[in-house]
Nanobody, 119 residues
Framework: QVQLQESGPGLVKPVQTLSLTCTVS??????????WSWIRQPPGKGLEWIGY???????YYSPSLKSRTSISRDTSKNQLTLQLNSVTPEDTAMYYC???????????WGQGTQVTVSS
């Protein structure tokens, strides 16, 4: 059974860098054809896909967030990391990590972690 758990600071100040970790259990993040995404949902809005890191370590980001986003991984800890630079209050959202197989729907989600950007 695949489980994902997000963690990180709940409050970030404007202009700072948001950094979140997703700890995965039940499957290796290097298992073939698995893609590991970060997704967010601002209050009162729909889900927004941020980007993914693939089983081979390649990354792909949403064009709207690409200039501020970095997704990396620590295979020894089976963890993913999201960094979002120069945050503004518009980055306030519930942040999720999720997994899918190539071309498929998301099959497992973390519970999410709330991040508020405020001074």
């Amino acid at each position: 059974q695949v489980q994902l758990q997000e963690s990180g600071p709940g409050l970030v100040k404007p202009v700072q860098t948001l950094s979140l970790t997703c700890t995965v259990s039940g499957v290796s993040i290097t298992t073939a054809y698995n893609y590991w995404s970060w997704i967010r949902q601002p209050p009162g809005k729909g889900l927004e896909w941020i980007g993914y890191i693939a089983y081979r370590g390649t990354t792909y980001y949403s064009p709207s967030l690409k200039s501020r986003t970095s997704i990396s991984r620590d295979t020894s800890k089976n963890q993913l990391t999201l960094q979002l630079n120069s945050v503004t209050p518009e980055d306030t959202a519930m942040y999720y990590c999720a997994t899918s197989e190539a071309g498929g729907d998301f099959t497992s989600w973390g519970q999410g972690t709330q991040v508020t950007v405020s001074s």
